[in-house]
């Protein structure tokens, strides 16, 4: 008899478990169930070009239609699932039950609700979906004034972006420096420094309490300040929370995210879970880590579709992420967490080209390049095979980074 | 719009008619093994990488400095290497044929 797979959630990880189900060799049927009107689209152009109102629109499909059709996988769009039945091994989508042998949760996450005054206005857009990117292309014209609240990844992106349409962007960070949850001080100076440079108004250590409306006009209020920040429109960038609650209400083991051992099996056996909504614990890092990335959803796809067909491979994957904002590219290899020693390589004053060796005794935990590929490239390289580049090579620029990795290659064989 | 010929690892010859967008979004869409485009076509991720016939390396062109950052270290880097996302496919394109070199 052949076993039916139900994927429930339509981003990044869901579409990549498609297609390695299938690669992989499931001969039974694939249901995939998501609440978006279209098929599974890459998410990190929302924030980017798809927020031009004179360029594409539309983000890019991860796979055409043409996909689903030829592998057979029926896929539900608008199609909410409001409780699973682990029991009867059922997931209820509105007035109907559809049954699976292996479930598949790949939720994503939900964006931070914070508790400011006014937040559900008309005018304050989150970005997580293209129907809220179109919301606030919408709003884009020359000159017109936006506030992002939170100055993460999405934050800074959006404002990037946005400032290149012309807009007058402020930004507001709660936290004492931008990207404090992701990198280290220098790297958020770098590009507290970079969207200074551009005309961004930008406030750290800002807490936001209120929105007010003042006829066309929005004023952001922050903790001890007597001025607000006008604007014709908000985006919040406060964060992400894993998207648990179904998981929850039907009794898995949940904390602050699903949790999945190694082969991204939850506690009941016959459900995964993969992406931003679980959580991990990770021998590199000797803890439990929860990753909202695509990369992240990407592997563990993998991981989830070798186990569903019987071939067990742990997941182990090099985290890694990327964000372009204006002419920068940033690329960024392991987590910086918990280092205690930094080199830098290259100038970030002199030059937008250079990259932060993060290691912890002795040992490289990850690497944050800017608009250099290659010192990207060589860490990946390195902390795939467990290597670790010695810090003096690193910190010498004159050195070219074929070399480093050649004598780092070299001095494990010795 | 253009024929393109993709040769995959495992020496299979996918021809696609008709081809447009980019050698990965045309690599993806048509399931040509070892064309993975994690990063959906932003030069990040090198899940593309492919060796033009070095007949239409002209044509194609040579990868920029950031793409070459990212190719530099593969260990089947040649001269001919380049990111299919970084490649636009036109008409002037037409005949190409690639080598897709997977991971």
């Not at chain 1, 796979?63 to 769009?77: A, C, G, N």
């Not at chain 1, 090099?318 to 392991?334: H, I, T």
């Not at chain 2, 390396?57 to 990111?83: I, Q």
Request: charged fraction near 25%; proline fraction near 5%; aromatic fraction near 6%.
């Amino acid at each position: 008899m052949s076993e039916h797979s139900v994927i429930v959630g339509a981003g990044h990880g869901a579409a990549q478990l498609c297609a390695s189900l299938r690669s992989e060799g499931w001969s039974g049927p694939i249901t995939l169930i998501g609440e978006e009107p279209v098929l599974p689209y890459h998410r990190p152009p929302l924030s980017k070009t798809n927020l031009n109102p004179s360029g594409e629109h539309a983000p890019p499909l991860i796979r055409p239609d043409s996909f689903y059709v030829s592998k057979e996988i029926t896929v539900l769009t608008n199609a909410r699932v409001d409780a699973i039945d682990r029991a009867r091994k059922l997931v209820r989508v509105g007035a109907r039950d559809i049954a699976y042998d292996k479930l598949a949760l790949c939720l994503g996450s939900v964006h931070i609700q914070p508790p400011i005054e006014g937040i559900d206005g008309a005018r304050v857009f989150h970005l997580r979906t293209e129907a809220e990117c179109t919301a606030i292309r919408s709003r884009v014209r020359p000159g017109a004034r936006a506030v992002i609240i939170g100055g993460g990844f999405i934050g800074l992106e959006v404002a990037a972006s946005l400032r290149r349409l012309g807009l007058e962007i402020t930004v507001l960070e709660r936290a004492p420096r931008v990207l404090s949850r992701v990198t280290s001080p220098e790297m958020s100076a770098f590009f507290e420094q970079l969207h200074r440079q551009e005309g961004v108004r930008l406030f750290c250590d800002t807490l936001v309490e209120r929105i007010t409306e003042n006829g066309d006009v929005l004023e952001v209020w922050s903790k001890g300040s007597s001025e607000s920040h006008k604007a014709d429109f908000v985006v919040l960038g406060a964060g992400a929370a894993p998207n648990d609650a179904l998981a929850r209400s039907c009794g898995l083991d949940v904390d602050s995210g699903i949790v999945v051992n190694e082969y991204n099996q939850t506690s009941d056996p016959d459900i995964y879970a993969l992406g931003d909504c679980c959580t991990q614990f990770r021998p590199l890092y000797q803890r439990r880590i929860r990753l909202e990335s695509v990369q992240n959803a990407l592997d563990q796809a993998k991981t989830v579709a070798a186990s569903l067909n019987g071939k067990n491979t742990p997941h182990d994957a090099v985290p890694w992420f990327w964000s372009d904002q204006y002419e920068v590219k940033l690329q960024m290899v392991g987590l910086s967490d918990g280092f205690n020693r930094m080199v830098v390589r290259g100038s970030p004053e002199a030059s937008q080209s250079f990259s932060l060796w993060y290691f912890r005794d002795g040992k490289l935990i990850a690497v944050d390049a800017v608009n250099d590929s290659a010192a990207y490239a060589c860490a990946m390289k390195c902390m795939k095979t467990g290597l670790s580049p010695d810090p003096g090579h690193v910190g010498d620029e004159q050195m070219p980074i074929k070399e480093i990795l050649r004598l780092t290659q070299e001095n494990q064989h010795a | 719009m253009a024929t393109i010929t993709f040769i995959t690892p495992d020496e299979e010859t996918v021809v696609v008619r008709d081809a447009e967008g980019t050698l990965m979004s045309v690599g993806v869409a048509n399931n040509v093994k070892g064309i993975d485009g994690d990063c959906g076509g932003v030069c990040s991720c090198a899940t593309c990488h492919v060796q033009v016939d070095p007949a239409w390396m002209d044509k194609v062109g040579a990868a920029s400095e950031n793409e070459m950052g990212l190719l530099e270290l593969e260990d089947e880097v040649s001269e001919f290497s380049r990111l299919g996302c970084q490649v636009r496919i036109t008409s002037e394109l037409d005949g190409l044929v690639v080598r897709v070199v997977g991971r």
